[in-house]
């Protein structure tokens, strides 16, 4: 009996810890920019559901050549839009609130771009956002200006 007991104080407990893990946030998503080997991709990482931020990286993906994750700045519960610019040959600038970053697929590299007039280098390519209740890549409208 008390064995039983004992297996059922512990299933109870993991079974308790589920509601709490499922408020952690551990998503990826891709901008493809040209078939599945090369795109720039949004990670974001929230250890415990108690943390505000979230850790954020994006990875400048072109194999076989080269794939690079880079930490960038730390982002709120709630996703913030990330704006994907065209900015030249496998280069894009990304924007997302006050942060501005230029990520190459060329070199795989991503980094922080002062951007000192704040407009886009070229045109919009789309958007990283929430999406029914998840983190996506939707493309910017074809008739943009």
């Known amino acids: 009996m008390r064995i039983h007991l004992a297996r059922l104080a512990r299933v109870l407990a993991v079974l308790g810890v589920l509601p709490v893990l499922a408020a952690c946030e551990n998503s990826a998503t891709a901008y493809m920019v040209n078939g599945k080997d090369h795109a720039l991709i949004l990670v974001r990482e929230q250890k415990f559901f108690w943390d505000s931020d979230l850790k954020q990286a994006v990875i400048a993906s072109r194999l076989p050549k080269c794939q690079k994750r880079v930490s960038i ?17 496998r280069l894009w600038a990304l924007q997302q609130g006050p942060y501005w970053y230029l990520a190459s697929t060329d070199v795989c590299r991503v980094q922080d771009w ?31 200006d």
Not at 73 to 89: K, Q
């Open 114 to 144: 002062a951007n000192p007039d704040g407009k886009p280098p070229g045109s919009w390519v789309g958007s990283f956002v929430l999406k029914d209740g998840a983190p996506a890549f939707v493309a910017a409208p074809a008739n943009q």
């Open 73 to 89: 700045h730390p982002g709120s519960t709630t996703l913030v839009e990330m704006r994907v610019y065209e900015a030249g040959d």
